[in-house]
């Protein structure tokens, strides 16, 4: 929550900083956190679960603390449900190839669809592509035990 929260992902880049915008990182990050998680082993997936399962969660206490009535939160939920699960693939393989081009535009749908200008998407593509490198050099013991850090978004990377 944290690295989705980063100050620069919203004032330097460009993120709206909406209900959707945030929505829109911590899909990016979990995303990413979940990709690192994917196939390496049982407890790795055990923890990949629990990470799914604690940002569903979360959610939905999200959209109640909005004003989402009883009655419309399981059906928002699983549209954005299939909103995430189709970031992950459109990402996923994006990120898989090491294709900037194609996350960058995949976030540009996602992330911005007003269609307004966005040069600074490159930017955010890069940084997941580096966040990306920085989680698959890590060992699952490392991520279990909480130590990962997001990378900052770099200053210099931040205005095109």
Do not use: C
């Amino acid at each position: 929550m944290a690295a989705a929260r980063q100050t620069a992902l919203f004032a330097r880049w460009g993120v709206p900083d909406t209900t959707l915008g945030r929505f829109e990182m911590v899909s990016l990050h979990m995303i990413l956190a979940l990709r690192r998680l994917s196939g390496r082993g049982e407890a790795a997936e055990r923890l990949a679960g629990g990470l799914a399962d604690l940002f569903f969660s979360e959610t939905d206490r999200a959209l109640r603390d909005l004003g989402v009535g009883d009655g419309r939160v399981p059906k928002t939920l699983k549209a954005m449900a299939e909103m995430f699960y189709g970031r992950a693939k459109a990402y996923g393989d994006a990120i898989g190839a090491s294709d900037e081009a194609a996350l960058a535009a995949a976030l540009r749908r996602n992330v911005r669809p007003d269609g307004a200008d966005w040069p600074q998407v490159q930017a955010l593509a890069r940084h997941a592509l580096a966040v990306d490198s920085a989680l698959a050099a890590l060992t699952n013991e490392e991520i279990a035990a909480g130590g990962f850090v997001f990378p900052q978004p770099a200053a210099k990377e931040a205005n095109p």
